[in-house]
C-alpha cells in the first residue's frame, strides 16, 4: 500500500511516537493532520513537514474532551473531505496509588485520555473512515497493555482497556472496510518516557526500542492489514508465560522484576 497522498490524522504528535509517525507519513507523500494540545510544537512540527502547501495542517485538540474531539473532526472533514488513516497514539502515566491524595482521580484522568481518547477520536470519524474506506486505524496502546509489569495500575488499566476495545472493535469494523490494528511499544525512550533508569540499568537497558521503530511498526500494520504488533517484536514472546504458565510467570515478575524496580517502568 502506498501512503501518497493519503489522509492521516496522528494524535499526540507534539512529540515522541506521534511526531515520529507524521514526520515517517510525511515523507512517504501523505497528508498529515496533526493533532495535540501543545499549540507552538505542532506549529514546529508542521513547518518541518512541509506547511499547508504539502497539504498538511495541525489542530489543537484534547482528546480526553468531547468537543474538542468534534472539532477535529470538522477540521479534518473541512479540510480534506476524507480520512485514510487515524493513529490514536495520545497518552501519558500517573503513577500515583490509590492511598495518595487525588489517586482515583489520576486514575480517571489518565482513562480519560489513554482509553476514551481514542474512543472519542474513533467515533467522531468514523463516518470519514467509513466514507474513505478501504481505511484504518491503528491504537498505539503499550506491552503494559497485555502483562501489569509497570507497577502503574492506572496506565496498565488504560492500555489494558485498549488491547480489549480494539480486539472487540476489528471485527465490529471489517465490514465496513475499516481495519483495525494495535500497536504494543515495550520500553520506548520518549519525551513524555525518557526511561532515565531503565537506560543504567545493567539488564533492562537492553530492553529499550526506538520512536523509529515504532512508527515502522504503526506503518507495517496499515501496509499489510494485520491486528497487533509488539516493538521490540520479540517482546511478543513475553507474553507466553502469562498465558502458558501463569504461576512461573508471577514468580519470575515477584523475582527478578520487582526488585530491581526503583519506580514505575515507563511502558
Known sequence: MSFENRVCVI???????????????ASLGARVCAAARREDRLESLLLEIGGEEQGH????????SKQSVKSLADHVSTTYGRLDLLVNNAGFSDSRSLEEPG????????????FYGAVFCTAELLPLLVSSSPSSVVNVASVAGRLALGGDPSYCASKFA???????????????????G??????????????????TDPLLRYLLGTEAQVSAAILDTVRRRVF???VPRWYYLLQLPRLLAPPLYRAAERRLIAPRRVGPLDL
Open 11 to 25: 494524535t499526540g504528535a507534539s512529540s515522541g511516537i506521534g511526531r515520529r509517525t507524521a514526520l515517517d507519513l
Open 182 to 199: 494495535v500497536v504494543e511499544p515495550g520500553l520506548i525512550p520518549t519525551e513524555g518516557f525518557p526511561q532515565a533508569k531503565v537506560r
Open 103 to 114: 489517586g482515583v482521580a489520576a486514575l480517571e484522568r489518565v482513562m480519560a485520555t489513554n
Open 228 to 230: 497487533e504488533r509488539t
Open 162 to 180: 485498549l488491547v480489549g476495545w480494539s480486539e472487540a472493535l476489528q471485527s465490529q469494523l471489517a465490514g465496513k472496510g475499516v481495519h483495525v
Open 57 to 64: 495542517s495541525f489542530h489543537v485538540t484534547n482528546v480526553s
